[in-house]
């Protein structure tokens, strides 16, 4: 929204609610770091920083030290959209907003136009342009403010956001999810993607809600999808994926199926994956024997984890 008629000072997109600030000067950097440093003492979890790149880049750095010494734990995110390997050298940001995590997700989930082979070698490529801890700490969406809401993208089908949804919590990262994701809300780009939360339970979408937070109780109790190893386990033409999250004794599979027909998938076992196993997601069902192969049929538009028992 172009202000008329404009203000006599530069601003943001010509918002005169928006002025600009000369980060060139002292007075300017001391006031901004007292609020930063007000709002840091006040317990807050961390900042999420808009359009950084519209910022000097040597103030983040000092940014960086006076939130770390009042709070070492608070998370530093910036809404950087393309390759940001230049912000995540360890002087800047802990992780930025995921977003060509998301045009995987987009592209093999919800467009169905990606073969598991590319998305995976795809996945590899991004996990390749930066370190395991940052990879860990990325900021993982599905939905943001400034795009449209992922089931739209899906064009409502809520197969393909379940399986969104199974991926994004089992994947490297930090899961976020945007306020409404959770109850099936749809909505184009900006500003339709920013409606009021619905709060009325009758019209929550049941199956995503459940879903949601049952993926998050598994987040956040095991430690393999936390802090595990990733290895790709199965890449079946355009709509059948699969990969292990290893963290010591803690071993699980995560199975997609996006087709609309049964798969049969045969995957290897090493010697320390060999014997039973059971699924534990979307329900907890009775453990299998196996040896030298998983064996198993997928369900058409499915998504599964199953874990080793010991």
Not at 70 to 78: D, F, K, R, W
Not at 96 to 116: D, S
Not at 190 to 216: F, G, N
Not at 291 to 305: K, N, V
Request: hydrophobic residues 40%; positive net charge; aromatic residues 14%.
């Amino acid at each position: 929204i172009i202000q008329s008629p404009q203000p006599n000072y530069e601003c943001w997109w010509g918002i005169g609610s928006l002025p600009k600030l000369n980060f060139y000067t002292p007075e300017v950097i001391r006031y901004i770091l007292r609020v930063v440093a007000f709002w840091t003492l006040t317990g807050i979890d961390g900042w999420r920083l808009d359009v950084p790149n519209e910022v000097r880049a040597d103030f983040w750095p000092v940014f960086r030290r006076l939130v770390k010494a009042l709070n070492p734990e608070a998370y530093l995110v910036g809404e950087i959209w393309e390759d940001a390997t230049a912000w995540l050298q360890g002087d800047k940001f802990d992780a930025v907003m995921n977003y060509p995590l998301r045009e995987l997700i987009m592209a093999f989930f919800a467009k169905q136009e990606m073969e598991a082979a590319a998305f995976d070698r795809e996945l590899a490529n991004l996990r390749a342009r930066y370190s395991e801890a940052v990879t860990r700490s990325m900021f993982n969406l599905l939905s943001s403010h400034d795009t449209p809401r992922f089931l739209t993208v899906c064009r409502g089908n809520d197969r393909r956001m379940l399986q969104a949804l199974l991926f994004l919590f089992t994947y490297p990262g930090v899961p976020v999810l945007y306020y409404g994701d959770e109850i099936g809300m749809t909505g184009e780009k900006d500003p339709d993607c920013r409606r009021t939360m619905i709060w009325e339970e009758t019209r929550w979408h049941r199956e995503i809600y459940q879903a949601t937070k049952a993926l998050i109780r598994l987040r956040k109790t095991r430690m393999a999808l936390r802090r595990g190893e990733f290895k790709t386990a199965l890449t079946g033409g355009r709509g059948v994926y699969g990969y292990w999250r290893l963290y010591g004794q803690d071993r699980l599979l995560i199975l997609f199926n996006g087709t609309e027909r049964m798969a049969e998938v045969a995957i290897a076992l090493p010697p320390e994956g060999r014997g039973y196993w059971r699924p534990l997601y979307p329900v907890v069902g009775k453990g299998l024997g196996f040896l030298d192969q998983f064996r198993l049929a997928l369900p058409p538009g499915s998504g599964m984890i199953w874990e080793q028992i010991k």
